[in-house]
């Protein structure tokens, strides 16, 4: 069984930091770039930060660079994203996604919304 299972949402202050989790099994996790996304209520969903397999090359939104900062551990088949200095604007549900197409670049999978095996979600709200 493919799976992708989100962890870490839940509710914190702005200015707050949380870390979500991506945990991965039933396919190679180490060769294949992850993404996180994330979609608000009555918006359409957006990427966030994707890393690539193999090389580990990283993008981010220019809504949270210097804010956020992906990591992956292979051995661990867990990709993180961290958040920092959060925003209520940051309060969405978080997806993160498996994408094994070589064919376009990973700004492309993030931007374009792009992945092949997608997890359930972890509300993340950002509130006083």
């Known amino acids: 069984q493919l799976r992708l299972v989100e962890s870490g949402g839940g509710l914190v202050q702005p200015g707050g930091s949380l870390t979500l989790s991506c945990a991965g099994s039933g396919f190679n996790f180490g060769f294949y770039a992850i993404g996180w996304f994330r979609q608000a209520p009555g918006k359409g969903r957006e990427g966030v930060s994707c890393?690539?397999?193999?090389?580990?090359?990283?993008y981010y939104a220019d809504s949270v660079k210097g804010r956020f900062t992906i990591s992956r551990d292979d051995a661990k088949n867990t990709v993180y994203l961290q958040m920092h200095s959060l925003k209520p604007e940051d309060t969405a549900v978080y997806y993160c996604a498996a994408d094994g197409d070589a064919s376009y670049s990973l700004q492309t999978m993030c931007v374009t919304v792009k992945g092949n095996y997608w997890g359930q979600g972890t509300q993340v709200t950002v509130s006083s």
């Open positions: 890393i690539s397999g193999g090389d580990g090359e990283i």
